[in-house]
């Protein structure tokens, strides 16, 4: 199943965030790699003007998405 997943940054939303929160925020890059590396990950895209981005993930159900 394909979902088109948008996603957006509050750049003061980073300041509230606990470490937990802000070291899984810093390790984005390599999530979205491992994701490349499963097939899971089929394309991502820059949102220009905005902190976030569009993905394009193929996974098996609702609940891996959700994951």
Do not use: C, T
Request: charged share 30%.
């Amino acid at each position: 199943m394909k979902f088109l997943v948008f996603w957006k940054l509050e750049p003061e939303a980073v300041i509230r965030i606990g470490p937990e929160s802000a070291k899984m925020l810093f390790g984005l890059q390599d999530y979205a790699k491992e994701l490349r590396e499963q097939s899971k990950l089929e394309r991502h895209y820059h949102v220009v003007g905005k902190h976030g981005g569009v993905w394009i993930l193929n996974v098996d159900s609702n609940e891996e998405l959700e994951r």
